[in-house]
């Protein structure tokens, strides 16, 4: 009997190896999951810091257009001398770079688009540098819309 007891005992102390390899095919599966949507998530953050250097060019395209009725032409320059003279009659930088983002520009198109180029993603994770994000205002029913195009994959596009 006592033989007995003691065989019981020893069954049940700790995990048994089927137990363990469970767990460890779970943590598997959820790291599986995990994984790739924590690297879209950093992607679509680091393009949104880069998109949010644009809050400025936007509002400025939009008080031109509220001022003059129509948006800026950066191709017309009987209005402005050159393209940095645009940016001085806007009341903006020409300069906006951020962590992300080497260059934010208003482009010369009719109409004026801003322009993103990004960088600083390592080449081998991403493959998002020197890509574009492109923010382009329409005027549907007197407000000014911003349409988001780009180079870069849909799914990292900022909203506007």
Sequence with gaps: MKNLQTIKQSVQKGFTLIELMIVVAIIGILAALAIPAYSDYTIKAKVSEAASLTGAMKAAVEIY????????DLTDNSTYADDNAWYDGLGVSSQFTGKYASSVLLTSATPAAIDITIHG?????????????TYTPTVPGGNVVWEVTGTIETKYLPKT
Excluded: R
């Design 65 to 72: 257009y509220s001022e003059n009725g129509v948006l800026p």
């Design 121 to 133: 993603f390592p080449a081998s994770s991403t493959g998002l540098n020197g890509e574009t994000v």
